[in-house]
């Protein structure tokens, strides 16, 4: 018998061992420009909907750090599944979340991208979760109802530790689960545009 994985979408979970995303992060006034959201049916404090999104000295730095710490992990992780040999990848935007007790965000994707990315730049022992949601939820959950049988992949959790990061196709639902303790989780997300090159 061959256990065959159907329509699978692959992520990447990965360590930085770079601690300059982290230095700009703690040095700079990011945190200063976090504000709770405007438009998203969640409980979040971010830096999404400021005009700059972020100090433009800080940014600039910050902008490179992410190019130089990620952009190895994007090639490799894009390699099998990219049909062009030649591209080149551009950090699209990214701003700054932090989830208190009780935060968390609402299940969604990110248009106009290709790869997104969520860099966990501080945490605590119980901290908020990132949910991956399986795209096909509501036809499985729909078929379930109809037929008994209950389906476990509907999503599957990413529980990154401090310094870690993860990759994935921004088309891909997401959510954060509500934290349930004290502390704070701070996150670096954003987006990742590939150019084909001739």
């Known amino acids: 018998m061959t256990d065959i994985n159907i329509f699978s979408t692959p ?31 969640c409980v979040v404090e971010t ?7 972020v100090l433009s000295d800080a940014s600039d730095r910050l902008k490179e750090s992410i ?14 599944f990219f049909i062009y040999k030649n591209f080149r990848l551009e950090v ?8 208190k007790k009780g935060s968390f965000q609402e299940q969604h994707s990110h248009s106009n991208s290709i790869i997104s990315f969520v860099y ?10 990132l949910r991956f949601h399986n795209q ?16 476990s992949f ?28 004290d502390g704070e989780r701070v996150t670096l997300s954003g987006n990742i545009k590939i150019h084909v090159v001739e």
């Open 11 to 41: 992520i990447f979970v990965g360590k930085n061992v770079d601690t300059t995303i982290d230095s700009i992060l703690s040095e700079s006034e990011f945190l200063s420009f976090l504000e709770d959201n405007e438009l998203w049916n």
């Open 47 to 53: 830096s999404f909907f400021n005009d700059d999104r």
């Open 67 to 80: 190019s130089q710490t990620l952009f190895p992990f994007v090639v490799n992780y894009i390699r099998p």
């Open 92 to 99: 699209d935007n990214f701003w700054v979340n932090r989830y």
């Open 120 to 129: 966990m730049h501080k945490t605590t022992p119980s901290h908020s979760v």
């Open 136 to 151: 096909n939820a509501y036809t499985l959950d729909d078929f379930s109802q109809r037929s008994g049988v209950a389906f």
């Open 154 to 181: 509907l999503h599957e959790d990413c529980d990154l530790s401090q310094g870690e990061f993860v990759l994935f196709p921004s088309f891909l639902p997401h959510s954060v689960v509500p934290k349930n303790a």
